[in-house]
């Protein structure tokens, strides 16, 4: 076959048509397993699979096994399949999340059929937005424009899926612990941030993103929409301030920890003395 002819001819966004597609048919899958379980929390565990579905169909047609095999997609790969891993272990035989109880109640009736686009189309649609590094990389071809920021992007990367199982572990070992009942975790990475493991996901997806700024595959001003939108899921969206809704209510020591710790970069705890000022 001769050099100029393309296996894999499609134009990115035919390419990112059928990825939008592909995660769309998985996320409506989805749906119909929590109608059937009444669960609409199985979709946390999915979300990472939903972003992996979309940068794999779509680095697959342009760029066929390879843009399967690149580095940066093994690393995707690696951060979706232990998080899906992560949360559908820590909440299985647990009830419905608190947070989609309330979003149950707020659209009642007839929310099993509400949900398919109030949760499930919403967030296919994100993952979509958040797999286009992956797409832009196979657009671009394997070979890096710029290899020291290839480089860069793998390491911080791969050192953000590191940080994220590490405060993930650690979490995890503090709830199985009986006399952490009712105490803030503040030892380990949580001791620097509230979030440690949000931080991890933070990094894992602007490295990705310098990934397809070092093959050139970052040209499009689309891309750069990955890292902002995970960005702002994180800390301003579904992140940070869901997870801490209510929390000084559930947890006493939660004040104090919010006024020593940073809510998401990391950095040293500052001491809270008991009139709540702090140094």
Not at 14 to 37: N, P, Q, R, Y
Not at 245 to 255: K, L, Q, S, T, V
Not at 257 to 278: D, E, I, K
């Amino acid at each position: 076959m001769p050099e100029s002819v393309q296996l894999y001819p499609l134009s990115s966004a035919l390419a990112l048509a059928w990825a939008l597609g592909a995660t769309c048919l998985l996320a409506g899958l989805t749906w119909l397993l929590s109608v059937a379980k009444r669960d609409v929390s199985v979709v946390d565990g999915v979300w990472s699979l939903l972003i992996l579905g979309s940068a794999l169909v779509g680095s697959w047609l342009l760029n066929g096994a390879a843009g399967a095999t690149h580095p940066a997609m093994l690393l995707l790969a690696a951060w979706a399949l232990r998080l899906a891993i992560h949360i559908t272990w820590r909440g299985w035989g647990e009830p419905e999340d608190h947070r989609y109880q309330i979003i149950r109640e707020r659209n009642q009736p007839n929310f099993a059929f509400k949900s398919l686009y109030l949760v499930f189309a919403l967030q296919a649609v994100l993952a979509w937005i958040v797999s286009f590094p992956m797409i832009a990389i196979a657009q671009a071809g394997l070979d890096a424009a710029v290899p020291w920021l290839v480089m860069a992007g793998l390491v911080l990367a791969a050192a953000g899926l590191l940080y994220e199982a590490l405060a993930d572990w650690q979490l995890a070992a503090f709830k199985r612990d009986p006399g952490s009942r009712g105490k803030v975790m503040n030892r380990g990475l949580w001791r620097y941030s509230r979030h440690p493991n949000y931080f991890g996901e933070f990094c894992v997806w602007w490295g990705l993103f310098l990934v397809a700024l070092g093959t050139g595959g970052a040209a499009a001003a689309w891309v750069v929409l990955s890292p902002l939108l995970m960005s702002t899921l994180l800390m301003k969206v579904s992140g940070v301030p869901m997870l801490e809704n209510g929390m000084a209510e559930r947890r006493p020591g939660y004040r104090d920890y919010v006024l020593g710790t940073n809510a998401f970069f990391p950095g040293p705890s500052r001491t809270v003395h008991s009139s709540g000022g702090q140094s």
